[in-house]
């Protein structure tokens, strides 16, 4: 009898610490069972000629927001869709009290079992949330949302208080849904660090004090408030020149300053740097580091801050949080990138539909709203881009998926090793394509990279051993599930 579920046969094996290299990828019960440079056809129930595409693990996503501008229920099954797409097997998104994603406010005691109704059964990948302590009451759920929800990942927003989400904004008490009496500031910052930090010497988390970790967006709300009215004001620039004028790179270099400081003053070593976009930030960052050598920094680049800049991105679409930059800091992106300074690159994928991301008029990038959907270009746009400078496929592996994996505690995920889930994709490295947003599995009808030149495409994507993308299309049912974390091998 068959011993095995399913065989892949002639793959080009992509891990993290290795050149690629041909073998055959046995499975069971969801795992790789066994890998061998050769495996009997016999022993397996389904077999699948690989035909020397690479095969690469599974992408872990590590920043998404899912239902932040659609309907949380939505949201979970057709952007989990272009997951898929894109080789994406984990996504983990961000929820947060407030207007948007659930727009409600209330302890997470009664907000996480809600948000994990609306996506239980729908997803086509797994998944996980990071969580934002918004309410000073968050504060003293941190240690039940680890213990009873699996979550160990948090998020500031470090310009929420004074700043709004889209630009000049003057009712972040609304917005943030927080009492008069509470302010969403750096004192706020500083509690959330401690209260992570005493969770992390408290005995009872002992086993997973390593997979504990808190991000910041790191932006300047006063910074950003004074340049948005210069460069409203002065109206010479407009689009995404205008737009990352309004949010200039020293916000972010001085934001990621001062979080590194708190970080340092409240002993908290896992800190991540998010969706680092510019040669000040990754300069700061870099500073911050040596300065503080204690502090166990991870840093985070989008696959649209290193594809995109001002004047490729399509339009005011590319609207995002921190801006899409001039080419020169594209470049110094990629300069650190080669160097081994970021960590993992993600897509920030956050599906914002035509009629909600564009104002009146529809060329105002003051009126249109933040962020644009990407998970289904994130392991294609960095081979491709990545191919031209010498980025080699181990260094990709790690980026997308070995490195988030160990961070946010999904050790079972990450790479293709025995005893691990059996997350991959199949990628023809050698396909030329050229980006349609007609094409993509999102509901977004629009994309920042409509008509940019891909030469690598995914074409089978499988999650726990069974295939979910096949041929351009979504196959079978969702059986995506939500990880709880830390979770450990068998």
Known sequence: MPQLDLLITNALVV??????RLESLGIRDGKFHVIAESIPEESAKVVVDAHERLAFPGVVDAHQHWGIYNPLEED?????RACAQGGVTTGITYLRTGRYYLNRSGPYSQVLPAALEMTAGRAYVDYGFHVAPILHEHIGEIPSIIEDFGITSFKIFMFYGK????GRSNDQQQFLMIPDDESYDYAHFEFIMREIQRVREDPKFADMVDDLSLGLHCETAEIMSAYTKLVEEEGR??????YHESRPPHSEGLAITIASYLAYETGLPNINLLHISSRKAIEAAMLMAQTFPNVNFRREVTVGHLLADITTANGVGAKVNPPIRPREDVEALWEHLLAGHFDWVVSDHACCRDETKFGDPRDDIFVAKSGFGGSEYLLAGLITEGSKRGLPYARVAELTAANPAKRFGLHTKGSIKEGFDADFCLVDPNQSWTVRAADSLSTQEYTPFEGFAMTARVTDTFLRGERVFENGNVVGEP???FVRRPSHRS
């Open 15 to 20: 891990r993290p610490d290795e050149d690629p």
């Open 76 to 80: 979970v099954v057709s952007e989990s």
């Open 237 to 242: 620039l407009s689009g995404l020149e205008a």
């Open 479 to 481: 059986r995506g599930e």
């Open 163 to 166: 700043h709004g989400l889209h």
